[in-house]
């Protein structure tokens, strides 16, 4: 049995992103393509997307956490994969058992991964991570002739890449990117040994080539969104659509509400569907009087409280609606324009970001690929 509810994943159209991103960073002369698949790819599906980015041609996948990278192996993923996250107080049996990648960010992680490694007699081979102003994980960028020696000489581990990470990259008014960018290239100058560079999300591609250094880490950018507020020419195409079914059409007397808290009604006589989707599918209370989505090619607004498992959208002047008519809440149901509802627009709607978007679809809604 489907639910009503579907997100459909276009993996032709993952692929072409990533092959339209590839051919903008130079082609094969370009730097090299991390493919960001952390959040389980970030609502898309993290085993279907990842097998489907490397066969594309990614130099290296990237996760999370050791746990979602152990979810990689087990799909049958070959290539790299990096695990961006902390690794303090992990369970580290994992980067040996399924050959992950760790970033080292602090000196207690370091120390961990030695001893581990050492523990098994292997060398580790890890990327280098350094916080120029994010103020998270990382070892900062001033204090580095203090923090990195004891690393740098440890015998298990292997340093492969240094990297950071970008804090106000979709900024263009902040002065803190160019900021981040002296400092990490700073930073390098202290190393002494050749090693891989990489600083670059799907807002600092599009914004610096500077910043490609030898490999770039797409995230959202793969998946058919550009980060607002910039813009690309790039060809990107959306890879998930998310559709539900009319399950039920009602009318309404003037002065009637509609759910909870009785927030919508209408003056004159109204018509209302049902719609089965509701926050427990990572819909956000917040579309309520603000979203819309699309019934027979035509928009219309998302009414009353979401709940937990529905909505209402008001369908007034659709006599011709019912039971079982396709309703888009991402996606397209035409070709005109205002016949499109896409990420950037549901979240500049609710105040929030495309990557959370994306991300609180839920569980229970099934990804269907083609």
Not at 34 to 53: D, P, T
Not at 63 to 83: F, Q, S
Not at 262 to 277: H, I, L, M, W
Request: neutral net charge; hydrophobic residues 45%.
């Amino acid at each position: 049995m489907i639910r009503s509810t579907v997100a459909r994943v276009d993996l032709a159209a993952l692929q072409s992103n990533f092959r339209a991103i590839q051919d903008f960073l130079g082609g094969p002369n370009g730097p090299a393509i991390i493919a960001v698949v952390k959040a389980n790819a970030y609502g898309h599906g993290a085993e279907r997307v990842a097998l489907a980015l490397e066969q594309a041609g990614a130099t290296m996948l990237a996760c999370a956490d050791i746990e979602e990278g152990i979810v990689l192996r087990r799909a049958g993923v070959t290539r790299p994969i990096l695990v961006f996250g902390a690794l303090s107080v992990s369970d580290l049996d994992g980067l040996f058992e399924f050959s992950l990648t760790p970033t080292i960010s602090t000196p207690s992680a370091a120390r961990a991964v030695q001893a581990a490694a050492a523990t098994r007699k292997t060398v580790c081979h890890y990327h280098l991570k350094i916080d120029t102003g994010m103020n998270r994980l990382g070892f900062r960028h001033d204090n580095l002739r203090r923090t990195l020696p004891e690393l740098l000489a440890s015998p298990n581990l292997q340093l492969d890449a240094v990297y950071t990470h970008f804090a106000t990259a979709d900024s263009p008014e902040s002065d803190l990117f160019d900021t981040q960018r002296t400092r990490f290239e700073a930073a390098l100058a202290t190393l002494d040994r050749p090693v891989l560079r990489h600083a670059a999300n799907s807002a600092a591609t599009l914004r610096d080539s500077r910043v490609w250094y030898d490999v770039v880490r797409p995230g959202l950018m793969m998946y058919g969104i550009v980060p607002p507020p910039l813009a690309s020419t790039i060809p990107l195409k959306p890879v998930m659509s998310l559709t539900s079914r009319v399950v039920g059409v009602k009318g309404l007397r003037p002065g009637e509400t509609v759910g909870y808290g009785g927030r919508f009604s209408s003056e004159a006589p109204a018509s209302v569907a049902v719609v089965p989707a509701g926050y427990a599918d990572g819909l956000d209370l917040r579309l309520e009087g603000r979203g819309h989505v699309l019934v027979r090619g035509r928009r219309v607004p998302i009414v009353g409280a979401v709940s937990m498992d529905m909505m209402t959208i008001d369908v007034t002047g659709l006599d011709d609606v019912q039971p079982g008519d396709e309703v888009v809440i991402i996606g397209s149901q035409g070709r005109e324009p205002w016949q499109q509802i896409d990420v950037r627009e549901m979240a500049a709607a609710i105040g929030t970001i495309p990557y959370e978007i994306v991300c609180r679809i839920g569980s229970r809604i099934e990804r269907q690929y083609t």
